[in-house]
């Protein structure tokens, strides 16, 4: 009997042993089943970098506009890669402290006169000498030639980029109290000029007290007499209403300051080359339309501003003489400048 259990046992051992060794089948893919296409690697896109301008006139301004186009061309010439958001209306300051915040890279861009640059680059001055030129024509064929490009490097050793000029108009003096026929005739009054050295000894010299302070407090100043005039171009006294406080209005065409649009060394030089020549060649783009809008609404603000009842004087040949001898000494203080000055003379 024990021999014939060990035969059982042994039986089913073998069995057990040769049922573990059996192969599983194989699994063959169905003969239309398609293989999983490889991945494709994701690409990251790239970062959008945003950039905001300053500028201290309503959104409807000529200047302003030719912000937004310069705006406008970044965007498109950069795929959306850079987008330039324009404040208007002083919505980030007003203009002295826009100035320093972009010197700082606070704020990128601002499109500002000249005339507060003039703190930082004082050669800038030149370009707004009293009566320096002949006409709007000239003015652009100095500032669109060697001249013109100079100064825009001139500001660079201030941390800030120049990169192009828009249209300013020619400034008037208007005021309160009468009608300005003579040199003679604004002496005494109270002047409001931009934060300028070269203004504010404009208005010394032809009798005046300079008072310099924010365009955005001209308004009051003039309803409530702390100054008795200012001085500005059409559509700057007609767009901030000024000639509702003041609707003596002398054509003397005294300055031409021209507008310019600068950017913050400090951001500029964290752009690449390219975006850098992108935003250069933007800027002199957009001068065209702004140029074409600013004539447009120098007409009328023209046409709004007499038809408002305010007395529009024309100086007679022998007034405007007087004007001009009475800022010669302005010429003298920047003589170092004289071979600057009979550059713009000999400009056609």
Request: charged share 25%.
């Amino acid at each position: 009997m024990r021999r014939v259990a060990y035969i059982v046992l042994a039986v089913i051992l073998l069995a057990a042993v040769f049922s573990g060794c059996t192969p599983a089948p194989v699994q063959t893919p169905a003969a239309d089943t398609p293989e999983k296409p490889a991945e494709k690697p994701v690409e990251k896109p790239q970062d959008t970098i945003v950039l905001r301008l300053a500028e201290t006139h309503a959104a409807d301004y000529p200047t302003t506009k030719g912000d937004m186009e310069f705006a406008r061309l970044v965007e498109e010439r950069t795929n959306g890669r850079v987008k330039i958001e324009v404040y208007p209306g002083s919505q980030l300051g007003e203009e002295k402290a826009v100035i320093e915040q972009v010197q700082f890279g606070a704020i990128d861009f601002t499109r500002v006169s000249i005339a507060p640059l003039t703190e930082f680059a004082d050669e800038l001055n030149v370009l707004q000498l009293p009566y320096i030129y002949r006409s709007s024509d000239h003015m652009w064929n100095v500032l669109n030639g060697d001249i013109g490009e100079e100064m825009l490097k001139s500001i660079e050793e201030a941390d800030f980029v120049g990169l192009c000029y828009y249209d300013p108009g020619a400034r008037n003096f208007y005021n309160n109290k009468k009608e300005v026929k003579t040199v003679e005739d604004l002496k005494g009054m109270k002047i409001r000029v931009m934060e300028s050295k070269m203004m504010m000894d404009l208005i010394t010299c032809l009798g005046g007290s300079p008072t310099p302070m924010p365009f955005g407090e001209v308004y009051s100043a003039l309803q409530t007499g702390v100054i008795d005039g200012a001085e500005n171009n059409f559509p700057s006294y007609d767009s901030t209403s000024h000639y509702e406080v003041a609707k003596y209005y002398t054509l003397d065409g005294h300055t031409r300051v021209p507008e310019i649009l600068i950017g913050s060394k400090m951001v500029w030089d964290k752009l690449s080359k390219e975006d850098q020549e992108i935003i250069k060649q933007a800027a002199k783009d957009s001068v065209a339309l702004q140029r074409r809008l600013w004539a447009e609404k120098e007409k009328e603000s023209e046409e709004k501003v007499r038809a408002a009842g305010c007395v529009i004087t024309e100086l007679t040949p022998e007034a405007f003489q007087g004007f001009q001898d009475a800022v010669a000494p302005l010429y003298e203080e920047y003589s170092q400048y004289s071979d600057i000055i009979q550059r713009i003379n000999d400009t056609p």
